[in-house]
């Protein structure tokens, strides 16, 4: 990402986890967006396999990869408890929407004939960042719908700038599944976002520009016991619970120079992030014992936990400084890292099924050379 060529898909998908628009980057959680301005994506490079490619020989932590969405723009999917159903962010205009909004698909007998996905979120403003609450019937997701019905005005790239708006817009709200509205989480006048849940449902973990920078906060899920995490001058975001509840993952920028530093804190002003360097940290969940993961340069973000929560899956550019993206993993301690993932376009956003058995994530592969990111399922062998 430094001064390097990003794709305006992967801008949109750095917000969350990036996680929100995307990068979530990166919720990815992003968590902001992780994937707060829209996707087009880049074109798809093929791969040593070929434009019809859904798995690579080298990608042997994968088995009976299957692909869940055809066309559009798909991201951020996250398992419900029960591991029986996602819920994800979509950009698909056969949808009949102009900007992200809030689906859920079930998987039990998913084919590519499938009727699509049901829409949680209202069908207004933008959303970002979703997350099954205990019990599997309600959803936490952000959505700027509260500033107006239409999607809000993308950042401007006419100067060669790669920047996403951080909207002040953007709330958590906890929707049912037909899409009502039956809770406000955040009332607060800026970013709130990026949202995600302890595997025993208690805590929210999300980001926020309540403290006049974006940083990490947490809160029981009925939004009491608020609590800043994260206190050091960067983006902190795409946040996610160890599978014990006892630690969080998430990426961040961390600017040192003076220079890094006013073109941070200018760019915030404006309501704007530029996608830059990003690495990877770990902490105890009440905020404590900070440490750096990865120092491996590039854009590091979309962080989530190896079931054994020993060690952390994420996506990456350190290696080809630009293309690809591809997914890796790492021992929270910063040894042992490992490629996972070998397509030549983009792979991001994994999350694995509570029972530890599946793995979600987002790709450009098989898109046909089209523009399209989807949704692809994979069963996970250690």
Known sequence: MRHL?????VLFLLSCSDGSNTEQYEHGHHHADSKDSTAHHHHAHGGNAGP???HYEKETHLKNVRQLTYGGDNAE???????QSLVFQSNNPKWGYACDQIYVMPLENMTPDTIPPFIVSTGKGRTTCSYFMPGDS????????????ACPEEADRSSGRYVWSIYDTYDLFVSDMEGNIIQQLTDFDGYD???????????????????????????????????????????????FFSPDGTQLVYRSSRPKTPEEV????????????????????????????????????????????????E??????????????????MINVDGTGLEQVTFDDSFDSFPMFSYDGKHLVFASNRNNGRTRDTNLFIAEWQD
């Open 5 to 9: 060529f990003i794709p305006l898909s």
């Open 52 to 54: 019809e490619t859904t």
């Open 77 to 83: 999917a996250y398992w419900s408890f029960d591991d």
């Open 138 to 149: 309600t959803i936490i997701y952000g959505s700027t719908h509260l500033g107006g019905d």
């Open 193 to 239: 976002a990026e949202a995600t849940l302890s595997s025993d449902g208690s805590k929210i973990v999300f980001t926020s520009t309540r403290s006049g920078d974006l940083e990490l906060w947490t809160m029981n899920v009925d939004g009491s016991d608020l609590k800043q995490i994260t206190f050091d001058l960067g983006y902190d975001g795409g946040a």
């Open 262 to 309: 006013d073109k941070y804190t200018s760019l915030l002003a404006e309501g704007l992030v530029e996608p830059s360097d990003m690495e990877l940290y770990v902490c105890d969940v009440d905020g404590t014992n900070h440490r750096q993961v990865t120092s491996l340069g590039g854009a590091n973000w979309a962080p989530f936990f190896h079931p054994s929560g």
């Open 311 to 328: 060690k952390i899956l994420f996506c990456s550019n350190h290696h080809s400084g630009g293309y690809p993206f591809n997914l890796f």
